[in-house]
């Protein structure tokens, strides 16, 4: 029979086993569900992960389904902007997506997933082509020529934003650079005048070719002889009388779109924006004029020149504070250099043609230059602008000089969106020709390559 105080020991030392045991186990339990929980965690991460570049991936992919359309910012994932994630029957997560523009040219899709508490990030970004609503940035009716200059190793470069548009050909040469579209023989259809403000129902109201002063009176070609003139009243004195009202722009004797394009800014527009540019009024001028920096008070809105104009801007700010000004021309308008700032549209309006020159180095358009020019447009020289040019007659750019950077012309598209017809320039006809770009991706082939940042 064993000692009993040998038996003592054994039993402690069993005990010491088992506590030891003990210890081992519930280490070794402890850390394998530590490691559980960690696994889980890392898997509900690196599922979160995935499930954001999934969210990313499906609204980029709806994107695509709307490319070629006008579409609207920001984009989400759904109506809702949030989508489950189902497992088993239950919900274990969830995965929201947005898309928005983050600079010129380049949008974001921004996607969190969420699995079981879990978060995770990704923002993409793509390229893009805006949504634009704007004047064709070059158009005319009439035949378009665009040249730039060489000698030696000397370049003057034309540089426009598409589309550029013509009613005719549009020319070119090796020193011409286009981003964006060239649409020759386009059919365009001139803006017309014929319009009347109806104040009852705030809107333009078109009027019967003729009926310049849109009483429902006027006198018809009865001569056949493709214009109406006094004779076309046969000695009538009443119908001389209805002449007389209708022909507003007495100068030529004749009733044409003269009359309509003076009556149209000279009463209707004049009348309902309160420009003072009718007759006799302070922002009306007869006869040639000459203007330069500070020749007009500060804050007018519009001048109206019944003759030729000659601007001199000379890379001066007419005025300090940002403005719309807009100047309208029954003859030719002569600019040298149009300057503006940032926030600044200039919009010339001329019933003749226009003509700009000027050096690019001392000055350009920084906000936006709207022209539109009955007759023909001639650019000569540098200069760089955003906006829209149109002529109902021909367009021609030049360079001139192969001189670097002094006399390259810059012609982008405007920065102004004209969805909003509040947006419009003032004075714009009614129915300048305005277009409208739709959404599109850039992607590799294009010269763009998405890049993908996990946050």
Same mark, same amino acid.
């Given at each position: 029979?064993?000692?009993?105080? @040998? ?56 994107? @695509?389904?709307?490319?070629?359309? =006008? ?34 040219? =380049? ?18 970004? $793509? ?35 598409? &589309? ?5 050909? /549009?020319?070119?040469?090796? $020193? ?19 319009? @009347? ?13 003729? #009926? ?8 018809? #070609?009865?001569? %056949? ?16 009388? =209805?002449?007389?009202? *209708?022909?507003?722009?007495?100068? *030529? ?11 149209? $800014?000279? %009463?209707?527009?004049?009348? @309902? ?51 719309? %000004? ?45 022209? $539109? ?23 021609? /750019? ?5 001189? &670097? ?23 714009? &006809? ?26």
């Amino acid at each position: 029979m064993m000692p009993r105080i @040998k038996r003592g020991y054994i039993l402690i030392i069993v005990a010491a086993f088992l506590t030891i045991a003990s210890l081992a186990a519930w280490v070794v339990v402890g850390l394998g569900c530590g490691e559980i929980l960690q696994t889980r965690n890392r898997n509900d991460t690196v599922s979160a992960y995935y499930a954001a570049v999934a969210g990313a991936e499906f609204l980029y992919a709806r994107l @695509k389904s709307v490319e070629g359309q =006008i579409v609207s910012w920001p984009q989400t994932l759904a109506e809702t902007d949030v989508r489950t994630l189902p497992s088993g029957g239950t919900t274990v997560g969830t995965v929201s997506a947005v898309a928005n523009t983050v600079a010129a040219n =380049i949008f974001g899709i921004a996607s969190e997933g969420v699995v079981n508490g879990r978060r995770a990030t990704v923002v993409v970004k $793509y390229g893009m082509d805006n949504p634009f609503t704007n004047g064709y940035p070059l158009g005319s009716a009439g035949s378009m020529t665009l040249t730039g200059n060489r000698w030696l190793i000397f370049r003057s470069w034309v540089r426009a934003e598409g &589309p550029i548009a013509s009613g005719g050909s /549009i020319t070119s040469n090796n $020193y011409v650079q286009v981003s964006g579209a060239t649409l020759p023989n386009q059919p365009f259809a001139p803006p017309s005048f014929w319009y @009347k403000w109806d104040s009852a129902s705030s809107q333009w109201i078109s009027k019967l070719v003729g #009926d310049t002063d849109g009483n429902g009176i006027y006198l018809t #070609d009865v001569n %056949h002889d493709g214009k109406v003139t006094i004779e076309d009243a046969g000695g009538d004195e009443d119908m001389e009388n =209805i002449f007389a009202l *209708d022909n507003t722009y007495s100068s *030529d004797s004749e009733i044409n779109d003269k009359d309509a394009f003076y009556t149209y $800014y000279t %009463h209707e527009l004049n009348e @309902k924006e309160n420009l003072q540019i009718g007759e006799g009024q302070s922002n009306h001028y007869n006869g040639n004029q000459n203007f330069g920096p500070s020749s007009i008070a500060s804050g007018t809105r519009a001048i109206f020149v019944d003759g030729e104009t000659d601007i001199l801007f000379n890379n001066t700010q007419w005025w300090a504070a940002a403005s719309n %000004h807009t100047i309208i021309s029954m003859g030719d308008i002569t600019i040298l250099q149009p300057t503006n700032g940032v926030n600044d549209t200039l919009t010339l309006i001329s019933y003749g043609d226009i003509a700009t020159g000027g050096l690019n180095v001392f000055g350009g358009i920084n906000g936006n230059l709207v022209v $539109y020019s009955h007759g023909d447009f001639d650019a000569f020289y540098g200069g760089s602008s955003n906006g829209t040019i149109f002529a109902d007659g021909t367009m021609n /750019i030049d360079t001139v000089y192969p001189v &670097p950077f002094l006399l390259n012309r810059n012609l982008n598209k405007g920065t102004v969106d004209w969805a909003n017809p509040a947006n419009w320039p003032l004075g714009l &006809p009614p129915n300048y020709n305005r277009i409208t770009l739709s959404f599109s991706i850039l992607n590799e082939i294009t010269g763009y390559k998405p890049r993908m940042q996990r946050k």
